[in-house]
Every structure is written in C-alpha cells, then in structure tokens.
C-alpha cells in the first residue's frame, strides 16, 4: 500500500528524473526559449526600422515639415495608447499584429500621390496613420520583450531584442533615403513586405495577457500549451514526474520496487 511507502522509496523512484529532464530541455524546451528569442528580435526590428525611416522623412512627406514632425508626434501618442487599451482588452499578440497588418495596407496606400487639398495628398494622411499603426506596433513589442523570456534568460533577450531594434533603426535611414534616390516607391513596398513578415513573426509568439510572468524554461513551455501558433516547438506535455521513472527504477539501492497500479496512481497524486 502506498502508506507504507517511505519518503526514501519516492526519492529512489525519482533518482532518474534529472536526467530524463535534461535530455528532454536539450531536445525540446530550449529550442522554444531559441525561437522566441529570435522572433521577438526580428519583431522588434522590423517594428524599430520602419519607425525610424518614417521620423526622418517627414520633411519630404507633409507639406511643412514643423507641422509633419507635430503630427508625428500626436500619432505616436494615439498608437501608443490604442495599444494600451486593445491589449488588455484582445491580447498582445492580436494587437501588435493588428498593427503591423494596419501599417501594411496604410503603407501600400501611401504609394498614391493623388492631391486631397491643396498640397495635402493621399501621401501625406496615410503616412500619418501607418507611422501610428507602427508605433502601436513597436510599444507592444517593448512590452513583449519583458514578458515573453523567463526570469532566467530576461536580461539576455531583452538587451538582444532591444539591440537589434537599435542597430536596424541606425542604419535603416540612410538605406532607405538611397532606395528612394533610385526607385521612389520602394522604401514603402520594401517595409509593407516586412510587415507581413512581422504579423507571421508576431502570429507564432504565445499570449502573454493575463498569466502569470515565467520564471524558467519549463515555464515558457507550459505557457505555449493550448496557444495557436505555427510552430511546433514545445507544445508537448513535459514528461510525467512518476510513472515513466517507476518503469525504469526497478531496482533501488538493492531492493526490488514493483508497485501495482493502484500505488502508482497513489503515489502520482502524493507527489
């Protein structure tokens, strides 16, 4: 009977575990931890590029640039707390992509030239609401960037998201202001491409609204558990903690554990 079970006998089942979880972290758990990482990261970059290249081209996108740079100013206000509403109310996830797939239409839109009042164009407004969609965008991912890696691993991935973010916003302005000496269009269809590249990146990040902040590698994996996304990385069960090490523990320290069936599902409860 499971009373009569000793602690020692429990802790002799185990003995087998850390090595089962090792296997398990080295084949499975840091590869989420791996991907998240790197989705964030390009995330936040794509995010980070597109709302540097709008902050410098203001002069050349509203008629007077003081006034574009006003706006700009007021649109990132607008972004950032549409963020703060929708992702309490919808989740992270479904607003920062929201976001970029915004940004993508807006940016497409902003190829026409087309006059709306004086020297207003169809240029002009869309920019205006695509540079908001982007920052909505950006502000969530910075929240992201704290709330997706666990405790453990918090200051490597934030200090490599954020980075990338810095490097990219960097060098994007110059790259993109030669893009546009020789094909005008293409700044904007180049970031509307990465941004469908950032909704799909966003897409296959796990929700972080409402649960509880994790604290290692096991935590990342059981978060993902029941979460929509496209990569596969991680969404198995971990490993039972007792039936698997009973079968494979049927000797410990010289005697001879066979428990039946009803102990085991004992045993699994009380551990």
């Known amino acids: 009977e499971v009373d009569k079970v000793s602690e020692i006998d429990i802790s002799c089942w185990l003995k087998v575990l850390p090595d089962q979880e090792k296997t398990t972290k080295a084949n499975n758990w840091n590869k989420t931890v791996l991907w998240e990482t790197i989705a ?4 936040g970059s794509i995010g980070t590029l597109a709302y540097n290249v709008f902050n410098f081209g203001w ?3 509203i008629p007077d640039r003081y006034l574009g740079y006003c706006l700009n100013g007021i649109s990132d206000f607008v972004g950032a707390n549409v963020l703060s509403l929708c992702a309490k109310k919808f989740g992270r ?9 915004g940004a993508t239409v807006f940016g497409l839109a902003a190829l026409s030239d087309c006059p709306i009042s004086g020297e207003w164009t169809i240029n002009g407004i869309t920019s205006l609401i695509c540079k908001s969609l982007i920052n ?5 991912i910075y929240l992201w960037m704290a709330e997706i890696p666990p405790s453990t691993h918090l200051g490597f991935v934030y200090n490599l998201a954020g980075g990338c973010g810095v490097l990219t916003g960097f060098f994007a302005p110059p790259l993109f202001a030669n893009m546009e000496l020789s094909h005008p269009k293409s700044p904007l269809i180049t970031m509307a491409c990465l941004f469908v590249v950032g909704v799909f990146t966003v897409l296959c990040l796990p929700e972080t609204k ?3 902040r994790a604290q290692t590698i096991d935590d990342v994996v059981t978060r993902r558990r029941g979460q929509p996304f496209f990569p596969r990385f991680g969404s198995r069960t971990a490993p039972a903690r007792v039936a698997p090490v009973i079968a494979n523990a049927v000797y410990c320290d010289g005697d001879t ?3 039946d069936n009803k102990t085991v599902s004992k045993l699994t409860e009380r551990v």
């Open 136 to 140: 909505m965008a950006c502000s969530g």
């Open 93 to 101: 996830r479904y607003t920062i992509a929201s976001g970029f797939l």
């Open 210 to 212: 409402g649960l509880p």
């Open 59 to 61: 002069a050349t996108i």
């Open 40 to 43: 964030v990261s390009l995330a």
């Open 257 to 259: 554990l066979v428990p």
